[in-house]
Structure formats: C-alpha cells, structure tokens
C-alpha cells in the first residue's frame, strides 16, 4: 500500500473503521517512522482505538485519543492533539472517522488544512453484509451524506465486507461483484480488500489489493 | 433461508421490531441504546412509519400509551435511568391493560451511573418498576440472534396477553455485534375489539383507563389481571438448560452473564467437574420448575450476575432454599471474567458443594 501523508477513514455505523485503522496504523509505521493513529470517533463510546493501546504503542505508533474514549464521560470529545495531524507535516498518520455523516462532522474542521496540503486520501469503507448498506445506491446516499457533512470528496472504497465470526472465503468472495459496484457506481477506485489473518492464505491471488488483518483484541472477546 | 446480516444487539432490535409490524417508535437518546433510535429515524419514514424523538422519556412512554390504546404495535427503549423515568407510564399501561414493548439496554448504576453494561435493574423490572400491583413480561437475550427472535415474541406475548413484554438486555449485547438470520414466521396480530379506533356511530365507545371511581370496581380488575398473570406463569416460563441433568453444581445467569458462565462451565467439565447452566430466558415469569428440578440433585446454585445480587432471591424462592445459593457478581459497569465464574465453580467443588 501506497500511503499519502493522511489517510483518512469513514463509513457506515459498524462498517469496520477501527479495525482497519488500527491494522493500516501498525502497517503504515514499518515505511514510516513518524506515525501515529488519530481516533476522531464522536459518535461510539464503545469499541474505540484505544482498545489496541498496547499493541499500538509497543509498535512506536502515536496515539491521539480523547482523554475520555472508554470512560463513563458520555460525550463527543475530539481528542487536543488533534491538529497534529495537519500541522505537523513529518508525521504520517491513519484517521478512524466515526460512523456516518455525524461522524464525519468532526473531519470538517481539519478540511481546509486537509485540501491546502492535498497529500491525504479519504477511503470509504464498506460492508454488504450491514443490513442498512447492503446495495450500491444505499452505499451512494451514505457516500453523499458523509462527503457533506466532512466537506470532503472520497478517494477510494475499502472492502470490508465480513459476518464476523461467521465469515467465511466465500462469503468475501460473493462481495467482490459488490465491491466493483460501488467502485464504478462511485467513480472511485477500489483500493483494498480487508481480511482476517485466517482466511488471508486461502484468498490470496484470487481478489487484488488483499490486506491481512489482526482483529482488535476487545475486552468481550471471550464472550463466545 | 435468508442470508444472514451483521449487526449490533440494538439494530436486531429495530429490525425485528420493524418486522413484527412495529411502525410506531417514541424515544429518547441515552447511551447505550442509541442505536435503536437511529436505527428506527433511518427506516421508519421509508416504510411509512412513525420515528418520533420526544421531548423526554417520560413523553415518549406516553405516546406508547396512545397509539397502544389505538390498537397499534408500538415500541419505546432506553437505558437504567431513562427507565427509571418510564416508570408511571409502565404503571398506567399496566392498569389499562395495553400492550407495548420496551427495551432497557442496562448501565450501571444507582442514579447517572456509567454507560458500561449492567444487570441491576432485575429487581426494577421484574417487580413492575412503577407503583401498583402489576408485572410486564420479562425476555432476557444472551446474543444478537435473541435481541432479534425475543423482540418479535415480545410483541406476540404482549398483544396475546395485554400487557408489556420488556427485553431486559445490557449495554454489551447492545453493542457487540453478530450474524443475524431474520427468517421468521410471524403469528397473526390478534383483533384488539378494545381499541380505541373511532366508533363510526356502529358501536359502543371504548374506553382505555386506568383510574376507577369505585374501589370494589377496581379490586376485581386487579384480581382478574393477577388470574392471567397466573395463566403466564403457567404457560411461557422459558429457560435453556446445558449439562444440568447430572450436575453437582448448578451456575445460574442471564443475558451476558450466561455467555461469560457457559465458558467457564465448559473449562470446569473439561476438569470432571459435574456442573451445568440454568439460563432464564423469561426472568417474569420465572422458570421456578427449572430450579426445583435441578435443586433434587443439585449440591450448590452460583448465581452470577452484574449486580450486587438480585435475581439470587428468585433462584433462593424457586428452590424454597433446600440448596445454598451463592453470589459471584461483578458491579459498576465490570462483567465477570471466565476465570472468575471457573474459580467460583472449583471452590464449591473442592468444598463439596457444602
């Protein structure tokens, strides 16, 4: 993967930001020294980056988080730190953008600074199998709403699309006709295909652009 | 079969709500059950539904109380201290016999709290919550799957029964998310003749009421609702048993903390230990004759819970305290560690279920 100096993430509720920043994050910091992971999520209190802490730092990739991510403080803070990410122009970074177009309201600010540089790609992730996105115009409305409220185009479409637990080979490849949907419908290049580690060997070569992930350790994962 | 979805906990909610026929939703945003009102303002104006975000909790309960009397599926859901503020009109629903659903995605608490998971408001909802002699019906979903299945069978057990059917869920199953199959078979709405749905000069005017000028009037209603809740006691107990037949030690737990139990039940087999899980699924009515069975062979009940110990004293009266019952809780917003529940398992074992 080719990283621009920001690389930003956005998408449907649920559609898998934070797994994928995280991951992008620990990838985008073995080409570049100076990352760090910006979490500018002020839609979920639950599920945040900050769940990756240890692995992130152990990594030398810099957290910017909201002092209050996964506390009892129930409100829409943006992390102080936050301007980093476009002033400081050593630094490479990986945004995870909450959820739909009143996630993408807090991209807003940083905006201006983001198109005056213009070294940043804004990917839309998506997932068929979220039961609200799960056909190409439903996509293109999501698309639309989140460019608005982040006044901001995007630049690519991130396939994300899983069942969890219950993913299966098959069940990514049945998304790719998808995929390249919204890529054409779009007008936007389908940059990366995501997977869990487990079903990386058995795809690989059969879908371009595939990317290995480790899930987020979270603190219910034992809950089976 | 239809293919299966990704969702969290809350979604499952509004969809099988929407596919039960619901077209009527009245909120309130509070963490952690947000999702449920988004979810709804998404599709309700598509389907040509009703997404109504009220000025107050205590706004949205009664909007409930008015479509419910229109004889129309209605839902409303909200977290601890929302619930709290539902309380009345939970109360009044109950004494004009409507039906509703209502979700209470648990925080921990008392008062503000936290917006972490959390079972404390057993007591609240299994006694009735509000003022009065009255009980809703009580689901408790341990999965994705179940916020979807026990939503639809809530509004069924509602509208067969006239009363209010609560999925008692947690912040955690609100949130997490799993594949979910809607491939439902629905039962036929029931005729609601009660409904007060205009009379066309054809008919007697209805009327939904709880006040009643004279108390004998008012003492037989009450005794009649009591007769039906009997009938519920009876007929849709409902709860999953797993490895109890032979078991020494029983583990009893709903909602998340089964999932966590289920684990450590598990891992404690895997050391020959006899020991089996008692999952309520209805928490009102209580499975009684699930405990009664399991307390002639069993030597010792843990209950755990995410809670100071509440749903303890039902597993004590459903067993009369023929075996001891002890508690293995985790409070504030934590939840039990598998490791905790095994530890708990292996003591009483080790003690011999004394």
């Not at chain 1, 980093?84 to 990986?94: E, G, K, N, P």
């Not at chain 2, 209470?104 to 917006?115: D, F, S």
């Not at chain 2, 009684?288 to 755990?304: L, N, Q, T």
Request: with cysteine.
């Amino acid at each position: 993967m080719n990283y621009k100096r920001i690389t930003l993430l956005a998408g449907h509720y649920g559609s898998g930001k934070t797994n994928i920043a995280v991951n992008m994050a620990l990838d985008l910091k073995k080409q570049q020294p100076n990352t760090a992971i910006a979490d500018l999520d002020i839609v979920n209190p639950y599920y945040r980056t900050l769940d990756s802490r240890k692995e992130l730092e152990e990594a030398g990739v810099r957290l910017i988080v909201s002092p209050y991510a996964n506390t009892n403080l129930d409100i829409p803070a943006l992390p102080q730190e936050m301007y980093a990410i476009v002033h400081d122009r050593t630094l490479h970074s990986v945004v995870d953008v909450g959820g739909d177009d009143r996630g993408a309201l807090a991209l807003g600010r940083l905006t201006p600074l983001l198109r005056e540089e213009n070294d940043y790609d804004l990917f839309m992730v998506i997932n068929r199998y979220r039961p609200l996105t799960r056909d190409v115009q439903s996509i293109l409305e999501v698309k639309q709403e989140i460019e608005e409220a982040g006044r901001l185009p995007f630049t690519g479409i991130i396939n994300n699309s899983n069942l969890g637990a219950e993913t299966t080979a098959q069940c990514v490849l049945d998304s790719m006709d998808f995929a390249y949907g919204v890529s054409e419908a779009a007008g936007l290049p389908l940059v990366m295909t995501t997977v869990e580690e487990r079903l990386y060997d058995g795809l690989k070569g059969k879908i371009d652009h595939l990317f290995k992930m480790k899930l987020q350790a979270r603190p219910v994962d034992w809950i089976r | 079969m239809a293919e299966k979805v990704l969702m969290k906990g809350n979604e499952a909610i509004a969809e099988a709500a929407i596919q039960a026929g619901c077209r009527h939703y009245f909120g309130y945003p509070i963490t952690p059950q947000t999702e449920i009102a988004a979810y709804m303002a998404k599709r309700m104006p598509k389907i040509g539904g009703t997404f109504l975000q009220a000025e107050s909790e205590i706004a949205a309960i009664n909007m409930v109380y008015g479509v419910s009397s229109a004889g129309k599926r209605v839902m409303t859901s909200s977290s601890s201290p929302g619930i709290s503020l539902k309380s009345e009109g939970l109360s009044y629903l109950a004494g004009s016999d409507l039906p509703a659903l209502v979700v209470n995605a648990q925080r921990g608490g008392p008062g503000l709290g936290g917006i972490q998971p959390s079972q404390s408001d057993y007591f609240q909802a299994t006694r009735g919550g509000g003022h009065g002699d009255y009980h809703m019906i009580v689901l408790a979903p341990s999965s994705v799957q179940e916020m979807a299945d026990l939503t639809i069978r809530g509004f069924e057990l509602a509208d067969e029964y006239r009363m209010t059917a609560m999925i008692l869920a947690d912040g955690t199953i609100g949130q997490m998310m799993e594949p979910v199959s809607f491939d439902f078979k629905f039962k036929e709405v029931p005729e609601k003749p009660w409904a007060t749905t205009g009379t066309k000069n054809a008919r007697k005017h209805n009327v939904v009421n709880s006040l009643y000028l004279n108390p004998e009037q008012l003492e037989k209603t009450n005794i009649e609702r009591y007769q039906r809740y009997e009938i519920i006691k009876e007929k849709e107990a409902m709860a999953e048993e797993y490895l109890t037949e032979d078991a020494d030690i029983i583990v009893a737990a709903f909602g998340i903390a089964a999932r966590v139990s289920k684990n450590a039940v598990n891992a404690a087999r895997a050391e020959g230990i006899k020991v089996g899980l008692i999952r309520p699924i209805t928490l009102w009515p209580f499975p009684e004759k699930v405990f009664a069975k399991a307390a002639d062979h069993a030597k010792k009940i843990i209950s755990v819970e995410l809670s100071m110990g509440q749903m303890i004293e039902d597993v004590r009266l459903a067993t009369a305290c023929r075996v001891p019952v002890e508690l293995c809780s985790r409070v504030g917003g934590m939840i039990p560690s598998p490791d905790q529940v095994y530890n708990a398992i292996v003591e009483a074992a080790r003690k011999g279920g004394e």
